[in-house]
């Protein structure tokens, strides 16, 4: 059963940078879309990035766009999500998951049920 684990957050201040793992076991990932969601307390948890089995096309929520960077290394059975230019407001927590399927589908990259497997999280605080 595929397993997945994030890692990565932690506290940084606005206009700072984090990069979120999240490390696949007990599968292999390159059969697996990979999608990024984010959860902030009081909200639906939202779609962040979702990338493809093989790594190309990828997609972006708007809110996003220019400032995250989605990429894989199916070698290592690990997704990355690098994100620049944090603002309070990208405060969540953070989760990868996984859905068998080869390409990602557009914001906000399916329902959260299609998603197979699902990480614990990792929080994402962005505060000066």
């Known amino acids: 059963q595929l397993q997945l684990v994030e890692s990565g957050g932690g506290l940084v201040q606005p206009g700072g940078s984090l990069k979120l793992s999240c490390a696949a076991s007990?599968?292999?990932?390159?059969?697996?879309?990979i999608g990024w969601f984010r959860q902030a307390p009081g909200k639906e948890r939202e779609g962040v990035s979702c990338?493809?089995?093989?790594?190309?096309?990828?997609k972006y929520a708007d809110s996003v766009k220019g400032r995250f960077t989605i990429s894989r290394d199916n070698a290592k059975n690990t997704v990355f999500l690098e994100m620049n230019s944090l603002k309070p407001e990208d405060t969540a927590v953070y989760y990868c998951?996984?859905?068998?399927?080869?390409?990602?589908?557009?914001?906000?990259?399916?329902?959260?049920?299609?998603?197979?497997?699902w990480g614990q999280g990792t929080q994402v605080t962005v505060s000066s």
């Open positions: 998951a996984a859905r068998i399927t080869f390409y990602c589908s557009p914001y906000p990259f399916a329902d959260l049920a299609d998603y197979s497997s």
């Open positions: 007990g599968w292999n990932l390159d059969s697996y879309a």
């Open positions: 990338i493809s089995t093989s790594g190309g096309p990828t």
